[in-house]
């Protein structure tokens, strides 16, 4: 199925708070997959979505964070750079057009490559949560 691009922005929102210092709580995941859920998206779509577009998209701030400011300022200094709560819409946004503009980079790119590993490690526990709650409604 083809996503819209709502459903697209719902799912990239939510996968953003995974970047974030304080993450989401189980009521907002919940929220989320309410949302999902009603836009009639199946978790197939989802799942793809947020492995083949969320996590790509993400790949280079996963690499700068635990490959670049960690070392050289350690877990709590980073842990400041994240947002505490949400990115804000207009900085979502951006990361969708410049994953969808540069999209070839990102597959050929062996840095992009490691970075999404990183991004898939990251991100693991809160794309399971999203997906119990999913299922669960």
């Avoid at 990102?106 to 990183?118: A, E, S």
Wanted: glycine share 4%; hydrophobic share 45%; with cysteine.
């Amino acid at each position: 199925m083809n996503l819209t691009s709502h459903q697209e922005w719902i799912i990239w929102k939510c996968i953003s708070h995974a970047w974030t210092e304080y993450g989401l709580d189980n009521v907002e995941i919940k929220q989320f997959a309410i949302d999902l859920r009603s836009s009639s998206v199946t978790w197939d779509d989802i799942h793809n979505t947020i492995f083949k577009q969320c996590y790509w998209g993400y790949s280079w701030m996963g690499l700068a964070f635990f490959i670049g400011f960690i070392p050289i300022l350690g877990w709590i200094a980073t842990a400041t750079l994240l947002p505490e709560a949400e990115w804000e819409d207009a900085c979502i946004q951006k990361q969708i057009e410049n994953f969808k503009a540069w999209k070839v980079f990102y597959y050929l790119n062996p840095l992009c490559w490691l970075g999404y590993v990183l991004c898939c490690f990251i991100a693991h526990n809160f794309t399971r949560k999203l997906k119990k709650a999913y299922l669960l409604e």
